[in-house]
C-alpha cells in the first residue's frame, strides 16, 4: 500500500500568512494526488485535484503543485475562513490512502 | 442537488454486528463510483473501500478486509456498508462519499456521517 505523509502536522499561522503544507508519498504516484479541506463538524470538501487542478468554486489563494513523490498545497494569503484541517489523498491505486492532516490553526 | 445520508450508525458491542446504509439522490447514482471513509473522534481520515458503478470491482483498505464489505442497489439509489467482528478502534464517524462517474478519480461529494460506537 502506498503511504502519504504530510507535514507538518500543525501550523498556526495569522491572517494574510502565505502558508504551505506538504505531502509525501511513499512511492512514485505521478500527479495523482488530491487536497481536502475540513471544518470542525463537518465533512471534507475537494479543494485540488490532480496535483494542481482546482475543483470548481475554490478559491485562487489555493494552489497545488508537485509529481512523483512530493507535492505542496500553498494558501496565497490567508483568510478566517481558511483555519480548518487539509488532507492529502492518493488516487493513484487502491486502497486509496489520506496523509494525516495538517491541522491549521489562527495565530 | 446532491444529497447523500447516512444511517444505521449506533452503539454495538465489541465483535458484534451493524449495516450502514447511504441514501443518495440528486444524481445518477447507477453511474458512479460510491466509497466509504471513516473518521476516529478527533483523528484524521482513512479511506476503507470503493465499489464500481456496476459492482465489478471492490477495495478495501487492509483495516477491514475480511470484515467489511460494501455493496450497492442501483436500483434503490443506495449503498451499503456491513460491518462484522467489530471493534473498539472502529469507532468513528462513517462518511459516504461520491467518488468519480468516469476519468480521475476523487470524491467530490460527501454526506454528514453516521456516528459508529464500539463497546469493549
Known amino acids: 500500500d502506498i503511504q502519504m505523509t504530510q507535514s507538518p502536522s500543525s501550523l498556526s499561522a495569522s491572517v494574510g500568512d502565505r502558508v504551505t503544507i506538504t505531502c509525501r508519498a511513499s512511492?512514485?504516484?505521478?500527479?495523482?494526488l488530491n487536497w481536502y479541506q475540513q471544518k470542525p463538524g463537518k465533512a471534507p470538501k475537494v479543494l485540488i485535484y490532480?496535483?494542481?487542478s482546482f475543483e470548481s468554486g475554490v478559491p485562487s489563494r489555493f494552489s497545488g503543485s508537485g509529481s512523483g513523490t512530493d507535492f505542496t498545497l500553498t494558501i496565497s494569503s490567508l483568510q478566517p475562513e481558511d483555519f480548518a484541517s487539509y488532507y492529502c489523498q492518493q488516487s493513484y491505486s487502491p486502497p486509496y490512502t489520506f496523509g494525516q492532516g495538517t491541522n491549521l490553526e489562527i495565530k | 442537488e446532491v444529497q447523500l445520508v447516512e444511517s444505521g450508525g449506533g452503539l454495538v458491542k465489541a465483535g458484534g454486528s451493524l449495516r450502514l446504509s447511504c441514501a443518495a439522490s440528486?444524481?445518477?447514482?447507477?453511474?458512479?463510483?460510491m466509497d466509504w471513509v471513516r473518521q476516529a473522534p478527533g483523528k484524521g481520515l482513512e479511506w476503507l473501500s470503493s465499489?464500481?458503478?456496476?459492482?465489478?470491482?471492490?477495495y478495501y483498505a487492509d483495516s477491514v478486509k475480511g470484515r467489511f464489505t460494501i455493496s450497492r442497489d442501483n436500483a434503490e439509489n443506495s449503498l451499503y456498508l456491513h460491518l462484522n467482528s467489530l471493534r473498539a478502534e472502529d469507532t468513528a464517524v462513517y462518511f459516504c462519499?461520491?467518488?468519480?462517474?468516469?476519468?480521475?478519480?476523487?470524491?467530490?461529494?460527501w454526506g454528514q456521517g453516521t456516528l459508529v460506537t464500539v463497546s469493549s
Open positions: 512511492q512514485s504516484i505521478s500527479n495523482y
Open positions: 462519499a461520491r467518488g468519480p462517474s468516469s476519468g480521475y478519480y476523487k470524491i467530490d461529494w
Open positions: 490532480a496535483a494542481s
Open positions: 440528486g444524481f445518477t447514482f447507477s453511474t458512479y463510483i
Open positions: 465499489i464500481s458503478s456496476s459492482s465489478a470491482y471492490i
